[in-house]
């Protein structure tokens, strides 16, 4: 009888989305976060419930088949990336089987097409957050990744593998200022001292570089040493804004209580598709841009002509999907819950010169009953807990053709389910690796009616 708390040597027979582990045993299903197929591992058992088990990993006994030497020095130590111990192709194949075997638990007969990899694999984040704290407990300061497995302890990360070049410089050429400094960092324990976060974008087709300093307001930074600092970096991209954010909310998402322009300008502009987006620090945009322009582009492929079309963008972000369908529809009208990602959007669709977007600020469970539009398609790309109490309202419009793009597997498929049983018929899906050496990947499927 196996019981929790039992100390078990398993071998992973097998994967699903996200990254789990599993093992079949007397007792049911035992699934272990983190466990690659073909792993030998020595596991204790740290949950039972009615219908499968959990387990953590105390130490790998054998490395699987599919694993090879990462490239990354942090890997292991870092929590930021799963798969650095695979060659590409694996990770392709390795992510597509977690889907398969995720779709075979749904009486759906759900097909996957296939799996589209990134155009590049290393150097690919336009965005990387990172987090001052110690290596270890009263260590020195660090600043980079949280470690794996931990909530307090920072992982120094100057040979980052999936980062731009430029941010490793700039986060060093940081790191290596506070230290020489008298200034704290946050301790989330006690909830004193002052550096909090270090924030950097970086569009790809203009080089531009958005350095922001989260801190709180307890200790005083000189801003002027910390502008110079920067621009006297030697980069291959260009600085264009230095930003200051204060926030002492004690909470370890990043708030903004006051948000100070340094230096330069408060945004970036990347471009896509043949638009232009401003980027403010805050706004949503895909980190992978050119494995982004990928998936927008299978994604025009997929709703095909829409010319005399009115079509629903909802969850549209800053607009992106909305603005790159208003170039060839007859109308859009897109929907947005934050505030500034719609303002944002407003100011894009003027530079790109769109006039026929309707851009809607609001919950969608709210503002959507509002609408007095009818969409031929409606495009759905809904954040990780997917469409939720909204779903009913959706579905309620009754377009003939839903277009749905999700960052997470798992929500789909709920969601895909009740669009089944409202008498749609779901299509081929096609997934798309925006997050390579993570064991994220977006998939996209058209739904008709």
Same mark, same amino acid.
């Given at each position: 009888?196996?019981?929790?708390?039992?100390?078990?040597?398993?071998?992973?027979?097998?994967?699903?989305?996200?990254?789990?582990?599993?093992?079949?045993?007397?007792?049911?299903?035992?699934?272990?976060?983190?466990?690659?197929?073909?792993?030998?591992?020595?596991?204790?058992?740290?949950?039972?419930?009615?219908?499968?088990?959990? %387990?953590?990993?105390?130490?790998?006994?054998?490395?699987?088949?599919?694993?090879?030497?990462?490239?990354?020095?942090?890997?292991?130590?870092?929590?930021?990336?799963?798969?650095?111990?695979?060659?590409?192709?694996?990770?392709?194949?390795?992510?597509?089987?977690?889907?398969?075997?995720?779709?075979?638990?749904?009486?759906?007969?759900?097909?996957?097409?296939?799996?589209?990899?990134?155009?590049?694999?290393? &150097?690919?984040?336009?965005?990387?957050?990172?987090?001052?704290? &110690?290596?270890?407990?009263?260590?020195?300061?660090?600043?980079?990744?949280?470690?794996?497995?931990?909530?307090?302890?920072?992982?120094?990360?100057?040979?980052?593998?999936?980062?731009?070049? &430029?941010?490793?410089?700039?986060?060093?050429?940081?790191?290596?200022?506070?230290?020489?400094?008298?200034?704290?960092?946050?301790?989330?324990?006690?909830?004193?001292?002052?550096?909090?976060?270090?924030?950097?974008?970086?569009?790809?087709?203009?080089?531009?570089?958005?350095?922001?300093?989260?801190?709180?307001?307890?200790?005083?930074?000189?801003?002027?040493?910390?502008?110079?600092?920067?621009?006297?970096?030697?980069?291959?991209?260009?600085?264009?804004?230095?930003?200051?954010?204060?926030?002492?909310?004690?909470?370890?998402?990043?708030?903004?209580?006051?948000?100070?322009?340094?230096? %330069?300008?408060?945004?970036?502009?990347?471009?896509?598709?043949?638009?232009?987006?401003?980027?403010?620090?805050?706004?949503?945009?895909?980190?992978?841009?050119?494995?982004?322009?990928?998936?927008?582009?299978?994604?025009?492929?997929?709703?095909?002509?829409?010319?005399?079309?009115?079509?629903?963008?909802?969850?549209?972000?800053?607009?992106?999907?909305?603005?790159?369908?208003?170039?060839?529809?007859?109308?859009?009208?897109?929907?947005?819950?934050?505030?500034?990602?719609?303002?944002?959007?407003?100011?894009?669709?003027?530079?790109?010169?769109?006039?026929?977007?309707?851009?809607?600020?609001?919950?969608?469970?709210?503002?959507?009953?509002?609408?007095?539009?009818?969409?031929?398609?409606?495009?759905?790309?809904?954040?990780?807990?997917?469409?939720?109490?909204?779903?009913?309202?959706?579905?309620?419009?009754?377009?003939?053709?839903?277009?749905?793009?999700?960052?997470?597997?798992?929500?789909?498929?709920?969601?895909?389910?009740?669009?089944?049983?409202?008498?749609?018929?779901?299509?081929?899906?096609?997934?798309?690796?925006?997050?390579?050496?993570?064991?994220?990947?977006?998939?996209?499927?058209?739904?008709?009616?």
């Amino acid at each position: 009888m196996i019981k929790k708390g039992m100390e078990l040597e398993v071998i992973v027979e097998e994967a699903k989305f996200p990254n789990m582990g599993i093992v079949n045993t007397e007792a049911g299903e035992l699934r272990i976060k983190g466990g690659v197929k073909g792993e030998k591992l020595l596991i204790r058992v740290s949950r039972k419930k009615q219908d499968y088990l959990e %387990g953590k990993i105390i130490e790998v006994l054998e490395k699987s088949p599919l694993e090879i030497k990462a490239k990354c020095p942090h890997f292991g130590k870092c929590g930021g990336c799963t798969y650095q111990d695979m060659d590409y192709d694996t990770e392709l194949e390795y992510k597509k089987e977690q889907v398969e075997n995720l779709f075979k638990e749904s009486s759906l007969k759900l097909n996957i097409k296939g799996i589209v990899g990134s155009p590049n694999v290393e &150097d690919y984040r336009n965005k990387m957050e990172f987090t001052f704290g &110690d290596e270890y407990k009263d260590g020195p300061i660090a600043l980079g990744m949280h470690r794996k497995g931990k909530f307090y302890e920072i992982e120094n990360v100057e040979h980052c593998n999936i980062a731009d070049d &430029d941010f490793t410089d700039i986060l060093m050429g940081v790191l290596n200022y506070f230290k020489g400094t008298d200034l704290t960092f946050y301790n989330k324990r006690h909830h004193k001292g002052g550096l909090r976060n270090l924030v950097i974008r970086k569009s790809l087709s203009r080089n531009e570089i958005l350095v922001n300093l989260v801190t709180t307001t307890q200790e005083k930074v000189n801003i002027e040493e910390f502008k110079d600092l920067l621009l006297d970096l030697e980069l291959d991209g260009k600085i264009v804004g230095i930003l200051h954010t204060l926030n002492d909310s004690v909470s370890d998402a990043i708030k903004v209580d006051k948000l100070e322009t340094l230096w %330069g300008q408060d945004f970036i502009v990347e471009e896509i598709c043949g638009l232009k987006f401003k980027i403010s620090p805050f706004s949503f945009f895909q980190t992978n841009t050119l494995a982004a322009e990928k998936l927008y582009t299978m994604t025009q492929d997929l709703i095909g002509n829409i010319d005399d079309l009115t079509v629903f963008d909802l969850y549209s972000g800053t607009g992106t999907i909305a603005q790159i369908m208003a170039k060839v529809a007859k109308e859009v009208v897109a929907i947005e819950i934050v505030e500034e990602a719609v303002e944002m959007a407003r100011e894009n669709a003027k530079i790109n010169n769109l006039n026929n977007i309707e851009f809607i600020a609001g919950d969608m469970f709210k503002v959507i009953g509002d609408i007095d539009k009818k969409p031929d398609l409606i495009v759905i790309d809904p954040p990780r807990p997917g469409l939720e109490k909204a779903i009913d309202k959706i579905i309620a419009f009754n377009p003939k053709t839903f277009i749905y793009v999700s960052c997470n597997p798992k929500t789909m498929l709920k969601d895909l389910e009740k669009f089944s049983e409202a008498g749609y018929k779901i299509g081929d899906i096609q997934l798309v690796d925006q997050f390579p050496r993570t064991p994220h990947c977006e998939a996209m499927v058209r739904i008709e009616r």
